[in-house]
């Protein structure tokens, strides 16, 4: 069993940054790959950005690419979220999730958080 905490959601305006984060605790995350999805007020839950576990090789949503960036320590047991330039259309709950089965990491997700909030003002 994984149990995932995300944190580092807030307030900003559009143009800021804001860096969120998802420890793990209860089984390492070494074997699973981890993504970002996000979840608008209406919206579906959608893909935002993932890492494989083999080789850490990244995949993101065509509307954040070259924005958003994610990262993982795995000796923390921690994956990162780096948002730049944001927008009021990334105002959305944020989740992390695990999966092992990396090739599906847009698709599939075996333990999830709670999520963090990000709220973009314009």
């Known amino acids: 069993q994984v149990h995932l905490v995300e944190s580092g959601g807030g307030l900003v305006q559009a143009g800021d940054s804001l860096r969120l984060s998802c420890a793990a605790s209860?089984?390492?995350?070494?074997?699973?790959?981890m993504s970002w999805f996000r979840q608008a007020p209406g919206k579906d839950r959608e893909f935002v950005a993932g890492i494989r576990w083999s080789t850490d090789a990244t995949e993101y949503a065509d509307s954040v690419k070259g924005r958003f960036t994610i990262s993982r320590d795995n000796t923390k047991n921690t994956v990162y979220l780096q948002m730049n330039n944001l927008t009021p259309a990334d105002t959305a709950r944020y989740y992390c999730?695990?999966?092992?089965?990396?090739?599906?990491?847009?698709?599939?997700?075996?333990?999830w958080g709670r999520g963090t909030q990000v709220t973009v003002s314009s």
């Open positions: 209860g089984r390492s995350l070494g074997a699973h790959a």
């Open positions: 999730g695990a999966t092992p089965f990396e090739a599906l990491l847009q698709k599939r997700t075996d333990y």
